[in-house]
T-cell receptor
Framework: QKEVEQNSGPLSVPEGAIASLNCTYSDRVSQSFFWYRQYSGKSPELIMSIYSNGDKEDGRFTAQLNKASQYVSLLIRDSQPSDSATYLCAVNKMYSYDKVIFGPGTSLSVIP | DADVTQTPRNRITKTGKRIMLECSQTKGHDRMYWYRQDPGLGLRLIYYSFDVKDINKGEISDGYSVSRQAQAKFSLSLESAIPNQTALYFC??????????????FGPGTRLLVL
C-alpha cells in the first residue's frame, strides 16, 4: 500500500461546477496535510494546508480532513478553466525531521 | 528574482556522461530537497538535506549524488547518466521552524533528456 494515494484522473468537470479531489494516507501518525497545484510544465505551489479534523475554507477552496478515516479532500467551488491542473496531496508526520510524502496527483480538467 | 533557482533549465546529454544540476535559494531556509517527476508517478524524493552537514537518501537515490556547498546551494549529480534518468527534476526548500507544518517551495525545474 502506498503511503499517500489519489485517483489519477483525469477528472473532468464543467465550468461553474464543484470539483472534488480525494486523498487517503496510510500512516495514522500523520499530522499535517497539504494540497499543491501544478500546472503543466510548471512547479508545484501550495494552495491549502490543514492540520485539524473538519473543514478549512479559503476563497473557492475547501480542504476537509478526517483523521479517523485517514482521508483528506479538496473541494473547488465555481470551477474555472484556470483551475485545470494536477493537484498533489502531501502528508507530513508528527516530527519535524520527517519528510513530506507526496501522492501521485490528480489531473483536473475544467471544461468551458 | 525567484527565491529558488535551478540551472540549467533544460539539458540534453548522452548516456555515460556526468552532469550536475544546481539549485540556489535566497529564502534563508535550512532544508533542501531534490525530486524527480515522471508522468503518472508524481514526485519522488532523491536526496534531502536538513542542514549543510546533514544529507540523507530518499526513495530513489541510486545513480545520483549530492553536494550541499552552503546553506543556499544544493547540487545534484548524475555520475553516469542513463536514459532511464530522463525526467523533470525539482529542487525544493523548507524552513524547519515550521515543524511538521513546513511548506515546501519549489524551483522552476530542470528538464533532462538522456540519449
Amino acid at each position: 500500500q502506498k503511503e499517500v494515494e489519489q485517483n489519477s484522473g483525469p477528472l473532468s468537470v464543467p465550468e461553474g461546477a464543484i470539483a472534488s479531489l480525494n486523498c487517503t494516507y496510510s500512516d495514522r501518525v500523520s499530522q499535517s496535510f497539504f494540497w499543491y497545484r501544478q500546472y503543466s510544465g510548471k512547479s508545484p505551489e501550495l494552495i491549502m494546508s490543514i492540520y485539524s479534523n473538519g473543514d478549512k475554507e479559503d476563497g473557492r477552496f475547501t480542504a476537509q480532513l478526517n483523521k479517523a478515516s485517514q482521508y483528506v479532500s479538496l473541494l473547488i467551488r465555481d470551477s474555472q478553466p484556470s483551475d485545470s491542473a494536477t493537484y498533489l496531496c502531501a502528508v507530513n508526520k508528527m516530527y519535524s525531521y520527517d519528510k513530506v510524502i507526496f501522492g501521485p496527483g490528480t489531473s483536473l480538467s475544467v471544461i468551458p | 528574482d525567484a527565491d529558488v533557482t535551478q540551472t540549467p533549465r533544460n539539458r540534453i546529454t548522452k548516456t555515460g556522461k556526468r552532469i550536475m544540476l544546481e539549485c540556489s535559494q535566497t529564502k534563508g531556509h535550512d532544508r533542501m530537497y531534490w525530486y524527480r517527476q515522471d508522468p503518472g508517478l508524481g514526485l519522488r524524493l532523491i536526496y534531502y538535506s536538513f542542514d549543510v552537514k546533514d544529507i540523507n537518501k530518499g526513495e530513489i537515490s541510486d545513480g545520483y549524488s549530492v553536494s550541499r556547498q552552503a546553506q543556499a546551494k544544493f547540487s545534484l549529480s548524475l555520475e553516469s547518466a542513463i536514459p532511464n534518468q530522463t525526467a523533470l527534476y525539482f529542487c525544493a526548500t523548507s524552513d524547519r521552524r515550521g515543524g511538521s507544518r513546513e511548506t515546501q517551495y519549489f524551483g522552476p525545474g530542470t528538464r533532462l533528456l538522456v540519449l
